[in-house]
Structure formats: C-alpha cells, structure tokens
C-alpha cells in the first residue's frame, strides 16, 4: 500500500512569489494535516483538513492557505513568499476520528 | 498551553548499549502521544503510538511508557545499532487531533 506523497520533492522561489505544495493521502485516510519544519524551530502545526473542510489551523498568517479536494489531496498555497518560509513542509493523513498521522517525505521550499 | 520538551537534545552512544530517551509535557489532559525517528533531511517515521489509557507499547527493540499523572514518556531502545542514528521526536496528541512536538532528541550511534 502506498504511504502518504508529496510534491515536488524541492521547490525554490524568489522572494514575493507564490508557492503550492501538494500531497496525496494514503488510500483510505481522510484527514491530511501540513506542518513546517524550519531550520532550528522544530515542527510547527500548519493546517488540518478533513473530508473537505478546514478543521483548524496553527498560529500563521493568512497567506498560507490550502485545501482539500474530494478524492483527499491536499495543496499548501503560500503567497508572498519571504526569506523566513523556506522550510521543510511535511503532510501527514490518518483515517477519520483516529490522530495517528503518517507522513510524507516533504517538500523542501527554498526562498531566495 | 501543551509544552513538550525532549531530553538530551543530543546523545552519543557506542554500539550494542541499551538507551532512553525522555520527553516530557505539561498538560497531562492528552489523547495519545507519538514517537517519530526523523532521517536528515527525510520526512518522519512513526515508530510508536500509545493512547491516553495505555501504559506502554512495544515494537521489536523499542517500548515506550506513559506516565499522564507525571506527563512523562520514555523511549527505551535496546541493543543499538549504527542504523538507529536519526532524531527522535515525540509527539502529543489532543482531542482537535493536533500535535504538539518536542524539539527532538539527535541519536548517534558509534559502530
């Protein structure tokens, strides 16, 4: 069974452009959930959606966005990209009312 | 306001010995907590996941315990091995299924 899958694997922008970031669910889950991981910052919660809906959101701005397609992909949408949002972003899914997440191997965004 | 915190931020150990690995939260009102091993550069692997009523799980060469009273978790790796090299993260889970993530436990395993 495939696992969760992300693309592209690197993704470099220059500073002001928009980023999108996609992820495919494992087969079955419909929850995805997206993180950043920022060099020294650890992991930070990004967005959280389940079967279509935004269901929360971490402490960032309103330029990151995204949503859930019914087939329960999943795209990261980052507007006005600053130096500060390049970071490794990781999806992860888990099956409904169930939060054992797995997750994807990331794309790694580079803001020049 | 969930905190986790993971102790040693770093450990180096020779091959073969037994460790463990710390993680520590302050709200100990939690749906479950996760173990994750993070490759350089990779996305996570989840090795362990224990729910709030569960007291510890095991998974080949690793166990991991949960104490909710005291808001500790460890993770007890035997016999390691160079492959074991990787962070550690531990992961608590609540009710609006987000995690709160410590900063990771960095794991070097001298052959």
């Known amino acids: 069974e495939a696992g969760v899958t992300q693309s592209p694997t690197h993704l470099i922008k220059t500073r002001g452009q928009q980023a999108t970031l996609r992820c495919s669910p494992i087969s079955g889950h419909t929850s995805v959930y997206w993180y950043q991981q920022a060099l020294g910052l650890g992991l930070q919660f990004l967005l959280w959606y389940d079967e279509g809906e935004e269901r929360n959101r971490g402490n960032f701005p309103p330029r990151f966005s995204g949503r859930q397609f019914p087939n329960y992909s999943s795209e990261l949408n980052v507007n006005a990209l600053e130096l500060e949002d390049s970071a490794l972003y990781l999806c992860a899914s888990s099956l409904a009312g169930n939060n054992e997440q797995f997750f994807g191997p990331g794309t790694r965004l580079t803001v020049l | 306001k969930q905190e986790v915190t993971q102790i040693p931020a770093a450990l180096s150990v020779p091959e073969g010995e037994n460790l463990v690995l710390n993680c520590s939260f302050t709200?100990?009102?939690?749906?479950?907590l996760q173990w994750f091993r993070q490759d350089p550069g990779k996305g996570l692997t989840s090795l362990l996941l224990?729910?709030?009523s569960q007291r510890e799980q095991t998974s080949g060469r690793l166990n991991a315990s949960l104490d909710k009273s005291s808001g500790r978790s460890t993770l007890y790796i035997a016999a390691s091995q160079p492959g074991d090299s990787a962070t550690y993260l531990c992961?608590?889970?609540?009710?609006?299924?987000?995690?709160?993530w410590g900063a990771g436990t960095k794991l070097i395993i001298k052959p």
């Open positions: 709200d100990s009102a939690i749906y479950n």
């Open positions: 992961a608590v889970g609540h009710s609006n299924y987000q995690l709160i």
């Open positions: 224990i729910q709030s």
